[in-house]
């Protein structure tokens, strides 16, 4: 019997998101001890009954099988006291007992790690602002983490890569089920520059209970959580709450008061539960302020996943004051680059841009916060002005 056999004996016992280990640990000193008390030296930590027969159930087998099944398949279990184990996760009040990983967990310790995530079902614009807000966060230094799902997940987590930066994705199952399976690919790129992590033993199936219990983990990896684009019933929606509960900063990009993707994100802001950001910028100048980031920022743009630099390891990556400014070209939609050309042409107001374009008050309006988000055009006290460093 090794110690990680045990640690993952205790892992199954508990079930994800118990608060009972670190309870347990504090009366018996380590999982083998734990394994060796006898039932009534175990009630002595209070706990329910069903829990209590869980444990004075001493079978290894099953645990046994799923370290033989990581030994072999090259899949690290780190147990919650190992020195590897994530500082930050290991400080929320139910950090998973076990991670199983399969790449290389980066060093959190002296990095800002920022989680970003979303809806699964994605408008253009959110993935946009995804892949600009996670592209450029991990350009300036940034360890990006989301949950690898279709939408607002994938597209951080491939802007992580993309920008020459290693990334973490959090698993609502096994470590070697890919979830959603379009994204192998980016499991296998995730794996070669990060981390796939996950409480759930090898051969989990993906499960709807699963999801909200792998969004504690997302969080609590992360100093700030950046909800991007989210309904009023989303799952990152349940990410916010949770990265309060954590004591962790959340952020939120405004949208469109028309599209039900936005109300979410917009709802955040209103109540008083998300900082508004429209540029990375925003989030890097939090932590500036408050002297926990001295990294300067890069300035990308509203950046396109394809338009970053070549996947490299971040060792290989240059110096970030080695990125030049220069001028961004808008690759916009066409109603983008007509509002554009619009204030461009002296038309500062939104009455204008509506007069002068033949575009809705509502189009002109989505039209202005993607290109305000992209830092294309800028909010002065009289309407807007277009930036200096932009061209058609």
């Known amino acids: 019997m090794t110690s990680e056999v045990c640690w993952i004996w205790l892992a199954e016992r508990l079930g994800a998101g118990s608060k009972l280990c670190r309870r347990l640990l504090e009366v018996f000193g380590s999982p083998e001890e734990i394994w060796r008390a006898p039932r009534q030296q175990l009630a002595v930590v209070s706990m329910t009954r069903h829990r209590l027969d869980c444990l004075a159930d001493k079978d290894l087998s099953y645990a046994q099988h799923i370290w033989d099944d990581c030994v072999r398949r090259h899949i690290a279990v780190v147990p919650l006291a190992d020195a590897a184990y994530p500082p930050p996760l290991r400080d929320i009040a139910d950090p998973p007992t076990v991670l199983y990983v399969r790449g290389t967990l980066p060093d959190l310790r002296n990095r800002l790690t920022v989680s970003v995530v979303g809806t699964r079902k994605a408008t253009p614009y959110g993935r946009h602002a995804a892949r600009y807000f996670a592209g450029t966060l991990a350009q ?9 799902a279709e939408g607002v997940d994938g597209e951080a987590n491939r802007a992580a890569l993309d920008a020459g930066s290693e990334t973490i994705a959090v698993l609502g ?19 070669a520059h990060g981390a796939v992590i996950s409480e759930y033993p090898p051969g989990a199936d993906p499960d709807r209970t699963h999801f909200p219990m792998r969004n504690r983990i997302i969080t609590g990896l992360s100093r700030g959580t950046l909800v991007v684009e989210a309904p009023k019933k989303s799952g990152a929606l349940i990410s916010a709450d949770l990265a309060l509960e954590q004591g962790r900063d959340v952020f939120a990009v405004p949208g469109d008061i028309n599209r039900p993707n936005s109300a979410g994100c917009n709802a955040l802001i209103r109540q008083g539960g998300a900082e ?6 925003d989030i890097l100048s939090y932590y500036e302020h408050g002297g926990s980031r001295n990294a300067q920022l890069v300035p990308l743009g509203f950046v396109q996943t394809e338009e970053l630099p070549e996947r490299k390891l971040a060792a290989e990556a240059p110096p970030v ?12 939609s066409e109603q983008e680059c007509t509002v554009w050309r619009a204030v461009r042409d002296g038309r500062h107001t939104v009455d204008s841009m509506v007069e002068h374009t033949g575009l809705s008050a509502s189009e002109v309006l989505t039209a ?20 200096d460093d932009v061209q058609l």
């Open 321 to 332: 004051a080695s990125v030049p400014r220069s001028m961004r070209t808008l690759t916009g």
């Open 173 to 191: 199952c096994g470590v070697d089920v890919c979830y959603p399976p379009a994204h192998r690919e980016l499991m296998r790129d995730i794996i």
């Open 140 to 148: 300036n230094g940034c360890l990006i983490v989301s949950g690898m």
């Open 276 to 281: 508004l950001v429209q540029s990375p910028s």
């Open 368 to 387: 202005l916060t993607m290109l305000e988000v992209g830092a294309y055009v800028i909010r002065t006290g009289e309407g807007y002005r277009a930036a």
